[in-house]
T-cell receptor
Framework: EAGVAQSPRYKIIEKRQSVAFWCNPI?????LYWYQQILGQGPKLLIQ????????DSQLPKDRFSAERLKGVDSTLKIQPAKLEDSAVYLC?????????????FGQGTRLTVV | GESVGLHLPTLSVQEGDNSIINCAYS??????FIWYKQESGKGPQFIID?????DKRQGQRVTVLLNKTVKHLSLQIAATQPGDSAVYFC???????????FGQGTELSVKP
């Protein structure tokens, strides 16, 4: 079974530039998560999708971050404009169901450096 | 807001010894707890999970203990190996909506 695919693996941009990350979840997984992981910290949930609908985006900085999952499969996360504090690893995860006891599978992440 | 946290940021053990990684959580309504292992440059990898109606669950070389009275979760790794060196996160899942909340992490270092 193929895992969660993310691209790019690494990205370096200057502050105030824009950047986009792509995620392809495991086939058939209805739930998709985007997490931000700052160095030395645990992942922080940014947004959660169920199919193509948003379940939770309470911690997404909506003035600069946006995400979509138009066809309920692939997802993109965009930052515009980027700030220095956005430097982090952005992790995508998927799970089969929204229910409580279903594990989430993570991609390798995209490491973003804002200079 | 409520969050899941860990007691120790680092843990160093000798190869072959048993490791115990601890976690405190604050949301008494959480129904599901998971331990993840994260190696450098990789995403978190599922290790073991436990529902709130259980107090112990065993896997291969790993055991998770849940004490709901004191809101404490622990991961025990038997016969720790160098390949176990990684950062370990506990996470809790809220009952509704499936939001997965992570703690800070404990870095496990295994000395040969």
């Amino acid at each position: 079974e193929a895992g969660v695919a993310q691209s790019p693996r690494y990205k370096i941009i200057e502050k105030r530039q824009s950047v986009a990350f792509w995620c392809n979840p495991i086939s058939g997984h209805a739930t998709l998560y985007w997490y931000q992981q700052i160095l030395g910290q645990g992942p922080k949930l940014l947004i959660q999708f169920q199919n193509n609908g948003v379940v939770d985006d309470s911690q997404l900085p909506k003035d600069r971050f946006s995400a979509e999952r138009l066809k309920g499969v692939d997802s993109t996360l965009k930052i515009q404009p980027a700030k220095l504090e956005d430097s982090a690893v952005y992790l995508c995860a998927s799970s089969l169901l929204l229910t409580v006891n279903t594990e989430a599978f993570f991609g390798q992440g995209t490491r973003l450096t804002v200079v | 807001g409520e969050s899941v946290g860990l007691h120790l940021p680092t843990l160093s053990v000798q190869e072959g010894d048993n490791s115990i990684i601890n976690c405190a959580y604050s949301n008494s309504a959480s129904d599901y707890f998971i331990w993840y292992k994260q190696e450098s440059g990789k995403g978190p990898q599922f290790i073991i999970d436990i529902r709130s109606n259980m107090d112990k669950r065993q896997g291969q070389r790993v055991t998770v203990l849940l004490n709901k009275t004191v809101k404490h979760l622990s991961l025990q790794i038997a016969a720790t190996q160098p390949g176990d060196s990684a950062v370990y996160f506990c996470a809790e899942k809220e009952n509704q909506g499936g939001k997965l909340i992570f703690g800070q992490g404990t870095e496990l270092s295994v000395k040969p």
